[in-house]
């Protein structure tokens, strides 16, 4: 059993008794976040189990309420909180019954999650999916319990055609390419001859790490002056980006011009090495970042950063719209990209609202 001293989400069920002193079991109420040990885990979780595999059957006859189980990848950024936050909010004001597990970073604990949303019998199943490859199985297991699974955030690759109903994220090659567009403005602008580019990328094998790559790599590549001179793992976090730029600081030193980042909290971690190393971030060298959290954009407006890519990470309306058709055994389109713009030190800073994230 999985519930070994860790946080999940369960559903409150209100006990009732009726006149014939029978107690039944009102399974409206909210998912509440709970930290309990093995032993309680594993008997709360059975209870749950009991009580509620039959719970679509309701004693007023209603239609039961939407089930949607969301197997989150972490925690790992501002970025991935305010996702977190926007599909928790927009989940409640839909009236959806949200079962949310955090997979702190592990594709096994995003699979275990979906096993057990197949066994709690949800309506339906969404998940952001750390990396690309290893889902067939437990997608096929899904696909022969009937549950329609929504892809969130990031893709996948799968060898086994039509397991999921649809992607609802950012189109994260056109973030690439506006990175990479906005470089060629800079460099024009101040009259480079030669760039020489440091790339600390997001995730290996996800989804916005190859096609952030992609398309900055795509934009870039017809401009002579371009040069990578390396490319390195940061995985997200702001610890890694710090790590990694101290190494890019002492392996090419001062012929850095610019370092392309993959989100925010890398980006946050590698300023302070930068300054440590004797150079002005957003003057000696040139920043650009993506995702667009208020700290960066605070940075932006001060001169460190200086470009921000904007990914959005409200999601969660689209989600649930999407969720609640499936729901319905309604058509869903396959492909939701919101609208995205950039910020940059050609933006009027006067121009860009408070973020939410
Ligand atoms: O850019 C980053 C993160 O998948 C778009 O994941 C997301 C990325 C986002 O944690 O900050």
């Known amino acids: 059993m999985l519930y070994a001293s860790r946080c999940f989400y369960v559903r409150m069920v209100k006990v009732k008794e009726n006149e014939s002193g029978k107690v039944r079991f009102d399974v409206r109420g909210k998912y509440q976040k709970m930290r309990l040990g093995k032993r309680w885990g594993i008997l709360l979780a059975a209870a749950l189990l009991l009580l509620t595999g039959c719970g679509n059957d309701r004693e007023d006859g209603a239609q039961p309420e939407l089930l949607l189980g969301f197997s989150q990848i972490g925690s790992e950024s501002a970025w991935r909180i305010g996702n977190t936050k926007d599909i928790e909010e927009q989940a409640s004001a839909y009236g959806v019954s949200l079962m949310l597990e955090n997979a702190n970073q592990k594709q096994e604990n995003q ?40 892809l969130v955030d990031r893709d996948i690759s799968t060898e086994t ?24 403005r800079k ?16 995730t290996e094998n996800s989804t916005p790490m190859r096609q952030r790559q992609a398309g900055f790599l795509d934009a870039i590549s ?67 970042s993506i995702d667009g959290g208020q700290e960066a954009i605070d940075v932006l407006k001060s001169g460190k950063i200086n470009c921000v890519v904007e990914c959005t990470p409200k999601l969660g309306k689209e989600l649930m719209e999407t969720a609640l058709k499936l729901k319905a055994g309604e058509p869903v389109e396959a492909l939701i990209h919101p609208t995205e713009e950039i910020f940059t030190d050609e933006t009027d800073p006067q121009s860009i609202g408070p973020r939410g994230y």
């Open 111 to 150: 699979i275990d999650a979906i096993r057990r949303f197949i066994a709690y019998k949800v309506d339906v199943i969404a998940f952001s999916p750390i990396v690309e490859e290893g889902w067939d199985n437990v997608l096929r297991e899904a696909k022969e319990a009937g549950i329609p699974v929504i």
């Open 161 to 184: 055609e039509g397991l999921t109903t649809c992607l609802i994220g950012a189109d994260f090659y056109a973030e690439g390419v506006m990175a990479g567009e906005y470089l060629i």
């Open 187 to 202: 460099a024009d602008a101040l009259g480079l001859e030669q760039v020489n580019i440091v790339e600390i990328t997001g």
């Open 222 to 288: 017809g401009d002579e002056r371009m040069c990578v001179l390396e490319s390195i793992d940061g995985d997200f976090l702001k610890s890694r980006g710090a790590e990694c730029m101290r190494y890019l600081l002492e392996t090419y030193g001062e012929d850095i011009d610019v370092v392309y980042s993959h989100n925010d909290e890398m980006t946050l971690g590698a300023l302070p090495e930068i300054e440590s190393a004797g150079f002005v971030p957003g003057s000696d060298m040139i920043i650009i």
